[in-house]
């Protein structure tokens, strides 16, 4: 089994299970909502993917499953996360046609790319959809949050299709530059991680010492795109940068587990009391 | 080789009788367990139909694709139960319960005909292994639709994404005894440890209900 990949799942494990002992907490205070139900539930999703592939790897290494039970589990995680994205903003109403737009060709890019990699055509093409509904509903979180300006989310779409751009380059460039085109790609997808991971704790931060409900919102929308953002570099990464990924993917788990907690926190005083009461 | 349809026919009659002179939730639960038993049939003929088409082994089906087949089944009742009827949370888990434990019942009956009921320790082991197992991922799944169910905002993801979970659990004891060793007792472990820790909350919601009803009576 490699050591690597146990390292990685541990620290992603450690991170889940204390974001659950930090919900279940929470409702036991101050009663739970249907935002931390999910959210407890889309962690212990993800906590058992993370065991079942530890046990994949230490009981069937090296076996080929086109279509299995890790393959439901990340569907799961994707699909409750972006439940609770749809539960924290259903309220905010947006124009959305251009966002909508990206998504769609993003997805079918990035699907694209997995099955000349993989040559799995039933998994990958599966996956696409469940991880395309994901960053659809995360692209419209962050609009309708109103945490970037319009500029910024222009220059990250950018720079997304930028790194769809420098991997697919690879197939095309001869051999001599292959390494070049995919180290600018590496480059440009950690640009973004850094980026992404620095503006969800500086937005923790505020939304920590701030008042506002709006402002955690803020925070729960950049915390999911930096999600998003690792869980795509992961997906596209090989050898060591996979586990810098993962690592990465790991960290913006715990910012998401504060970011959800500190929302919980913002609600208003009425309702939670009522929940209180009644938990 | 055993006639699982013939077992079925065999267990099924009188609990189809004793329907007719039940009422209530004792029918409820009965009807479910027969249920529980007919997709326990017909997740084994889609297993072996996979196994066919896939050309893996009994055993790599068995652990790879099983549990997805037989979750997705036990699912379809349950969701059909609450779509069409909207019944109230406690009978959608009495419903649930029934088929976990049909399921369950069933497999152990084929299981232990087919492989024998001499050694008692194996025996213990499989009821309470396996047993629990499918009841553990009959509640998971009906604790995650009723919380889709809830969440009236695109409940279709919420809900592939509530059984991902028991699916994911049921993978994991599949492939943790599927190989003879410390995995295997581990893996005889969760179910048994899952049921504990979803026993405690339930145990708790349970009293208090029963001390706001001994309130209600009071105060009456």
Not at chain 1, 109 to 133: H, N, Q, R
Not at chain 1, 188 to 204: E, H, R, S
Request: charged letters at 15%; glycine letters at 6%.
């Amino acid at each position: 089994m490699d050591v690597m990949t146990l390292i990685t799942n541990l620290i992603q494990m450690v991170v889940l299970g204390f974001g659950i002992y930090k919900a279940v907490r929470h409702m036991k205070g101050k009663g739970g909502s249907i935002v931390l139900i999910f959210f407890v539930y889309a962690i212990i999703c993800y906590f058992l993917c993370d065991l079942y592939t530890i046990a994949t790897e230490a009981i069937m290494p090296n076996t080929r499953i086109p279509f299995g039970v890790d393959a439901v589990a990340e569907m799961g995680e994707c699909l409750l996360m972006a439940s609770l994205l749809n539960a924290i903003f259903r309220e905010n109403e947006e124009r959305l046609f251009l966002e909508t737009v990206f998504s769609i060709i993003y997805s079918l890019a990035m699907t694209a790319l997995w099955i000349a990699w993989s040559g799995e055509w039933t998994k990958d093409i599966l996956g696409g959809f469940y991880f395309g509904y994901f960053i659809y509903t995360v692209v419209i979180s962050l609009k309708k949050s109103h945490a970037l300006s319009r500029k910024l989310r222009i220059l990250l779409g950018v720079l997304a299709f930028a790194i769809i751009a420098a991997h697919s380059l690879v197939f095309f460039v001869p051999e001599d530059y292959e390494e070049l085109v995919n180290n600018l790609a590496y480059v440009l997808m950690f640009i973004g991680i850094v980026w992404l991971i620095t503006a969800a704790i500086v937005y923790l931060v505020k939304a920590i010492r701030g008042d506002s409900r709006d402002e955690a919102k803020k925070a729960v929308a950049i915390g999911f795109f930096a999600l998003i953002w690792t869980m795509n570099t992961l997906y596209m990464s090989d050898g060591v940068m996979y586990y810098v990924a993962d690592f990465t993917c790991s960290l913006s788990l715990l910012i998401i587990v504060y970011d959800v907690i500190t929302l919980e926190e913002k609600k208003p005083k009425v309702l939670v009391e009522r929940r209180a009461r009644r938990s | 080789m055993i006639y699982s349809e013939n077992i079925l026919i065999c267990i099924a009659i009188p609990l189809l009788i004793a329907i007719i002179f039940t009422k209530r939730s004792t029918r409820r639960f009965i009807t479910s367990f027969i249920l529980g038993m007919i997709i326990c049939l017909i997740s084994a003929y889609f297993s072996g139909f996979i196994k066919f088409v896939t050309g893996t082994s009994m055993d790599d089906t068995a652990v790879l694709y099983s549990p997805i087949v037989e979750e997705i089944l036990k699912m379809l009742p349950i969701l059909f139960y609450i779509v069409v009827f909207q019944q109230k949370d406690d009978k959608i888990f009495i419903v649930a319960v029934g088929i976990g434990l049909g399921f369950a019942t069933f497999e152990n009956c084929c299981y232990i005909l087919s492989s024998g009921a001499s050694d008692i320790a194996y025996v213990l082991i499989r009821g309470m292994a396996v047993g629990i197992m499918h009841l553990v991922c009959a509640l998971l799944l009906v604790l995650g639709l009723s919380l889709a169910r809830y969440f009236r905002v695109l409940a279709i993801p919420a809900g592939i994404g509530a059984l991902a979970i028991p699916t994911v659990f049921h993978g994991l004891y599949n492939l943790l005894v599927s190989k003879p060793g410390v995995s295997s007792y581990l893996g005889y472990t969760i179910p048994i440890l899952t049921a504990v820790i979803l026993y405690i909350p339930y145990r708790k919601v349970m009293n208090e209900e029963r001390e706001e009803l001994i309130d209600y009576r009071r105060t009456k």
